[in-house]
């Protein structure tokens, strides 16, 4: 599965989009690239998923570079209540597991 | 609409005790997976099984870790002779398919070693 590489930390307004970014240049062709979170003390939370075109659902948005190399995650209306440790991870179609790495912190601040 | 269910939310056990926790997939999922995840870290897979199978353990100790997902009832993670390193959340995620579908996770078994 790719290495994804995440910045450690976002701050972002309530109210406002919070853009999440994540670097997956050694992406294969058949890796998904998948979105988690993880609200403290909760399991993690299965937000979207992509293969190549952007994805949208009741959550978020998922925008995915024509090279496959870097996904932005983006919530349109960041409230209090998203504030949670964001995952990026890519997985293949044959990989069971999903591998998580350190995530995104994104505090969202009133 | 009840999602993935484990059990119990939180266990205390003494040092050389048998820890057994529980998940219950989502309904209409027949794969199981567990994690683990160690204070101030990141979720770490252990076990996948389909029920009455373990078909991935690579990322499970060798020694005193189990599972077992039987053809009736939940899937068990037992650890024997447990010790303080094994404090930790361990937390279920179930599947419908294996491939390329979101797994659901549960909120998790605190296992705290005294």
């Known amino acids: 599965d790719a290495k994804t590489t995440q910045p450690p930390s976002m701050d972002c307004a309530e109210g406002r989009a919070a853009n999440l970014p994540c670097n997956h240049s050694?992406?294969?062709?058949?890796?998904?690239v998948y979105w988690y979170r993880q609200i403290h003390s909760q399991g993690p939370q299965y937000i979207i998923h992509g293969l190549k075109n952007n994805e949208t659902n009741e959550m978020a948005s998922l925008i995915i570079t024509e090279d496959r190399k870097s996904s932005t995650l983006i919530l349109p209306h960041a409230t209090l209540r998203d504030t949670a440790v964001y995952y990026c991870?890519?997985?293949?179609?044959?990989?069971?597991?999903?591998?998580f790495g350190s995530g995104t912190q994104l505090t969202v601040l009133p | 609409n009840a999602g993935v269910m484990q059990n119990p939310r939180h266990l205390v056990r003494r040092r050389g005790q048998e820890a057994r926790l529980r998940c219950s997939p989502m309904?209409?999922?027949?794969?199981v997976y567990w994690y683990r995840q160690l204070p101030e870290e990141g979720l770490k897979f252990m076990v996948y099984?389909?029920?009455?199978?373990?078909?991935?353990e690579s990322g499970m100790p060798k020694e005193r870790f189990s599972a077992e997902f039987p053809k009736e009832g939940p899937s068990i993670l037992r650890i024997q002779q447990v010790v303080r390193g094994d404090s930790a959340a361990y937390f279920c995620a179930s599947s419908p398919t294996d491939t390329n579908q979101p797994q659901h996770f549960g909120d998790g078994t605190r296992l705290s070693i005294l």
């Open positions: 099984l389909q029920k009455e199978n373990i078909i991935d």
């Open positions: 050694t992406i294969s062709g058949n890796e998904y």
């Open positions: 309904k209409g999922h027949s794969h």
């Open positions: 991870i890519g997985r293949s179609g044959s990989a069971r597991q999903l591998t």
